[in-house]
Structure formats: C-alpha cells, structure tokens
C-alpha cells in the first residue's frame, strides 16, 4: 500500500493534483494548477450548479479525456450545494459528480480553516471573505502555460444566481461572485479558471 499526506502532489491522467482530504483509501484531490478558462454557464440567466454548462463539461467532455483504466479510480460522489452563507442566493439540489469545482465551503475547510470567516461575517463584508485572512495564499493558483495567479470557479452560487463563487487571484474568496458569463467584451472569450476536483480510489 502507498502512504499518502495531505498536501502531496500526485499525478493522474495529465495533470498534477493536490490531495485535500483521505478517506477510506481514496483522496479528495484538485487541480494545482488552473487547468482550462470557461464560462460557468454558456447563458447569462439565473443557474445553479446542478444545470450549469460548466459542470455538464466536467462531466463530459473532460470526464471522457481519461482512460479506461483512470475512469474506474474517479469515484462518483453526491455533493451537496448549499446557499450562499452571506447572501442566501439558492445552491439548488444535491448533485452526483464524478468531477466537480470545490464550494465555498469546502475552500474554507481544505486550504486552512477559514469556516470562523465565513460563519461570522464581519460588518463591513459584503463581497469579500476577509482580504487579511492568513489562508489566503493556500488558495492561489496560477493559470497552465501562464505566468502569475488567476481566478477560479467555485461551483457555489454568489450573491444573486447570475453570479458564481470564485476565488481571488491574491487568493480571497468572492462571495459576491463573478457573472456566470464573465470574460472579455472585445472577443467573447470567458476568462474564468477551471480548477477540476474529484474523488480517487487511490488503491485496487
């Protein structure tokens, strides 16, 4: 049996990924890196995770990039969505995902306990969970084939549900969130980063 840590950084299919938590032989993991730039939904309306086009993409096109072989170690889980902690825009229903984006939630717990933050909101935050939380920097990710951090998706909703939770390139979360479209107006193009989680069974 190989022994694994959190925080370790292990290879699967073509990307390298960060262990978040162990479980009974399988480990949370993330990408380390920003992987891809989508939209969280191909049209500007009100959606949760359960409909949105970018988990219709994970589950999908991305899901069917991996072996056979690699497919059996992704372990299907029910995740649930809950509403936004500080503005109360709906989370919608618990979802099955082989490959998922992190919640709001799950950021506060699994790169350094922030949940305090979240769950007492100070009185002057509206859009930010704390630019001064020391956890901060556990959350910053830099984008593949780029130079410097950029912005993530979360999969939770912001403050109303045009918008998306997504952290901070200097690491903040944005619980106000970012349009669901966000991206350049020139070309159209969504700068939004993809930072793909999963469960996997880590031994046969």
């Known amino acids: 049996m190989e022994n694994h840590k959190i ?50 993409y994970l589950n999908g096109e991305f899901y069917d990039k991996f072996s056979p072989e690699e497919k059996s170690r992704i372990i299907p889980v029910l995740n649930k969505n809950p509403d936004n902690q500080w503005h109360g825009a709906r989370g919608g229903e618990d979802t099955e995902d082989r490959i998922f984006l992190l919640s709001i939630e799950e950021v506060c717990t699994y790169f350094g306990d922030s949940r305090s933050k979240l769950y007492n909101r100070g009185k002057n935050q509206r859009y930010w969970l704390e630019r001064k939380d020391e956890n901060n920097i556990n959350r910053i990710a830099k984008l593949r084939g ?10 939770s909703p912001g403050r ?12 903040n979360i944005g619980m106000q969130g970012n349009n669901v479209l966000k991206g350049n107006a020139s070309d159209g193009r969504c700068t939004g980063g993809v930072r793909p989680a999963l469960w996997l069974k880590l031994y046969s």
């Open 146 to 155: 780029a130079n410097g951090s950029w912005w993530w998706w979360l999969r």
């Open 7 to 56: 925080g370790e950084i292990i290879k699967f299919g073509e990307y390298n990924w960060r262990i978040l938590d162990l479980q009974n032989g399988s480990a949370l993991i993330v990408t380390e890196e920003i992987i891809d730039q989508r939209s969280y939904h191909n049209v500007y309306k009100d959606i949760t995770w359960a409909e949105c086009s970018l988990r219709s």
């Open 160 to 171: 109303y549900n045009v918008r998306a939770a997504y952290i901070h390139g200097d690491g």
